[in-house]
């Protein structure tokens, strides 16, 4: 089938989540795109990354950048110049940033009437000074007939991470199970703390986060990467903002360090800032582990598209997504703290907690922007 007409014939929803996905890539003035009669829509691979594109990554960085192949293939490549090379020194954390992508693209796919057949590291595995040289993955979309539409597409516009405090009932058994079914974690297990871990877990979350704010060089690649006011969330479309930070219980004076670059360093922000989190901390309801048996680059990416379907299968639950990624990371100031974490979960070397994440309830979180995919071609 006409990949064009058929996109067609259900017009409206087209027009419709096109409007959406205006507005989750943070565009001035979302609208939806026209699309009249004998007019088509873009070639599927587009139409498939523009959903791809709303896909969590490790600090809004969006480190991708994507060659079209053809109507039906692409390829996607890391992004050299949004590494996160103080906090993320292996890597790990822009590749699960891909492994999200590529499953949100090949979600969309299935809403389009395609497969997504994907092909990570088809060129071979690189070292760190090879990221971007060589293809994360190949996409290639192949139509087919009659295949059912992945239910969690119905989530991918609505999916957004929550800082916020946690309000209501604990995550159930049953609701774990429904990320896991939905997950598709092959050899990744996924698990929820114990009652009688929780309190052990909340406390090295805070000191992880401790140790991160109080290393200036690590706390200012968050700087970096933050966004301090509309205009400069408008003219980067990426990173973080006051907006998305999770501020519920900020007075105004704690806010100070999301005003100015400036502030941010100050010992007093600094202090305020953890005192917050760690009450955020403390009001969590779900603490959601993904840990692989090994700890390579498929494993990374693997972690990735897994993440993000959990994520999507806990936004249809009304459960918000918030990784704690601090205590995972391979800096060298955590390297006393990781191994508390290991042992609390008893994860042994080569396994890795890949993904460590706050999940419950909150309320509705600011949007996330994204920059548009003419941004990410090359
Ligand atoms: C690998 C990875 C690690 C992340 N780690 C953190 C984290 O430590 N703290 C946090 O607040 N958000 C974390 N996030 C969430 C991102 O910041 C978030 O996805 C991004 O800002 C885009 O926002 P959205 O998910 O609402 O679209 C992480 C996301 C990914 C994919």
Redesign the pocket.
């Known amino acids: 089938m006409n990949i064009y007409r058929r996109e067609f014939a259900i017009g409206t929803g087209a027009v419709l989540t096109t409007a959406l996905f205006a507005q989750a890539c943070g565009r001035a003035k979302p609208g939806p795109r026209s699309v009249n009669a004998g007019e088509t829509l873009d070639p599927p691979i587009i139409e498939a990354l523009r959903y791809g594109i709303?896909a969590?990554?490790?600090?809004?960085t969006q480190p991708w950048r994507i060659e079209l192949i053809s109507d039906t293939e692409a390829r996607l490549f890391m992004d050299r110049e949004r590494l996160l090379a103080a906090t993320d020194p292996p890597g790990r954390?822009v590749h699960?940033?891909h492994g999200?992508l590529l499953e949100v693209t090949a979600i969309a796919a299935t809403h389009l009437g395609y497969r997504a057949e994907i092909e990570t590291f088809p060129d071979g595995e690189m070292a760190y000074e090879e990221f971007g040289t060589k293809p994360t993955a190949r996409i290639r979309l192949v139509e087919v007939e009659g295949d059912a539409v992945d239910p969690l597409f119905a989530e991918i516009l609505g999916?957004?991470?929550s800082?916020l405090s946690h309000e209501g009932p604990m995550i159930t058994e049953d609701e774990l199970s429904t990320l896991v079914e939905q997950a598709r974690p092959g050899d990744l297990q996924m698990g929820l703390v114990s009652d009688e871990q929780r309190p052990e877990a909340f406390d090295i979350v805070r000191r992880a986060m401790k140790i991160e704010a109080d290393d200036y060089e690590l706390y200012d690649e968050t700087r970096l990467w933050f966004r301090f006011s509309k205009r400069e969330v408008k003219r980067h479309r990426d990173g973080?903002s006051v907006n998305?930070a999770g501020l519920t219980g900020f007075s105004a004076g704690t806010a100070n360090m999301f005003l100015s670059s400036r502030n941010w360093h100050k010992e007093k922000n600094r202090e305020r800032y953890l005192e917050t989190f760690g009450k955020t901390v403390e009001s969590t309801r779900g603490l959601l582990t993904m840990i692989t048996p090994t700890n390579t680059m498929f494993d990374w990416l693997h972690a990735?598209r897994v993440?993000v379907r959990a994520q999507l299968a806990g936004s249809a639950l009304g459960l918000r997504f918030?990784?704690?990624?601090?205590v995972l990371q391979e800096y060298p100031q955590m390297d006393e703290l990781r191994p508390e974490l290991d042992t609390l979960l008893g994860v042994h070397s080569p396994a890795k907690v890949q993904?460590f994440v706050r999940v419950g309830r909150t309320a509705t979180?600011g949007l996330?922007p994204r920059r548009g995919l003419d941004a990410l071609l090359v």
């Open positions: 709303t969590p990554s490790a600090h809004n954390q699960i940033s999200t999916r957004r991470s800082r973080l998305t990735g993440y918030h990784p704690v990624s601090q993904m979180p996330s």
